[in-house]
């Protein structure tokens, strides 16, 4: 099964911004264990690609890791050569999608107009991150979808249980989930299994609302 398919199957990569190596295993183990397999380390963490060697090391293909809020083609090769396996960014940069298809790695892009959206998709995204959904909510990825129902959209910012069954029936293809799934909170206190519940609850209702 290509990783890409694997991701949509998936449904959700969770969005995850830890200091260290540690927690972020941690955490991992966590949410794995709730069936999200997907994770998106971001690149504003310090000593991110220390931290995403270390963890793409230790899990191999059993966990897919990724590095998020990359801005540009040399942030996203680092971020590949330390092992990741897609790439994920909040704006829309060329030449940053252009260098994961050289490498054959997933790029999620971020767009938010219509224009955008079909300008990212026309420079090879495979997926499409809507960024920032929260500010325009499930009835936006509808309203896209409608004249551009070819295009693979993630709503990313503000997705959580209390929406994220909406979101799957407007048409998202996949979703971002950030602080609603991963908290500082939860993460400060060591508690793991409300973690995994989260996780699960989350894969649960995209089954749900894909009447899986």
Not at 61 to 66: A, L, M, N, P
Not at 86 to 91: D, G, L
């Amino acid at each position: 099964m290509g990783l890409l398919t694997r991701l949509l199957e998936s449904g959700i990569v969770a969005i995850v911004r830890l200091g260290s190596a540690e927690h972020l295993m941690r955490v991992t183990d966590a949410i794995a264990r709730g069936g999200v397999r997907f994770v998106e380390f971001t690149m504003t963490t310090p000593r991110a690609l220390d931290t995403l060697q270390a963890v793409t090391e230790r899990y191999g293909d059993e966990i897919v890791f990724g590095a998020g809020t990359v801005l540009d083609a040399d942030t996203a090769r680092q971020a590949l050569l330390a092992g990741a396996r897609f790439v994920v960014a909040p704006t829309l940069d060329a030449t940053t999608i252009q260098l994961c298809k050289r490498y054959s790695a997933l790029v999620m892009p971020g767009a938010f107009t219509p224009s955008e959206v079909l300008r990212a998709w026309e420079l090879g995204a495979d997926v499409v991150k809507v960024f920032p959904s929260d500010v325009v909510g499930p009835a936006y990825i509808k309203a896209i979808k409608a004249p551009l129902p070819h295009i693979r959209l993630a709503p990313v910012g503000g997705v959580g249980i209390d929406n994220i069954t909406a979101y799957i029936k407007a048409g998202a293809d996949c979703v971002g989930v950030g602080s609603s799934l991963v908290s500082n909170a939860l993460v400060a206190s060591n508690d793991w299994d409300a973690l995994t519940d989260r996780a699960a609850d989350l894969v649960a209702a995209i089954q749900s609302a894909r009447g899986i």
